[in-house]
């Protein structure tokens, strides 16, 4: 028995091709990564961390009041760095190389010369950035743990909910389009 033509391939499933060509991308690409998903974060946390950290738990207060007991500098500082981490990244992976591939390369109207739609090449895109977001949250909270800065491993709770778009897109995609529909009787509406 032959296998069915793409055209016919779920619809569900099509953004996992989409996904697979970006992991082919990054696989040429990764030594080039390294230093932005680890070394910039590990080097801010030394400069700010405990560069800036020695002088403000140097302090009258030695440390930072927080729920009725002192925090180091350190761990005052490491959230806001995992959050710049990874508002970073997402930044980075959903600007330039989308124009590229629009404008330059091309690679998204190749794509969608295929029976991919625009949906598929979308969440393609969102859940490779979203596996490079929890890759790089989870690579830093990994390196910086020895150091005795994490208070919770609660650190990592976001990266469960933001850093798998894909997973509920299609439920919020469904409640969103069914709640900004026009009304009937009005001009937008066709019915």
Partial sequence: MSTPPRALE??????VGVAAYHL?????VWRGMVFS???GPLLTLFAIGWGVGALVDRGPSRGLPWQGQ???YVVFVVPGILASQAMLTGFGESSWPVLAGIKWAGTYLAMLATPLRTRDI???HVAQVGWQLAAGAALFVALAAPFGV???????GPCRSRCSPVSGSRSRWRRSRHTHRAKPGSPS???
């Fill in 150 to 156: 994490l208070r919770s491993w609660w650190v990592l």
């Fill in 70 to 72: 002192l925090l180091p």
């Fill in 10 to 15: 779920s619809t569900g499933r099509r953004w």
């Fill in 24 to 28: 082919v991308v990054l696989r040429r």
């Fill in 189 to 191: 509406c066709s019915g």
């Fill in 37 to 39: 998903r680890i070394g």
């Fill in 122 to 124: 979308l969440r393609g």
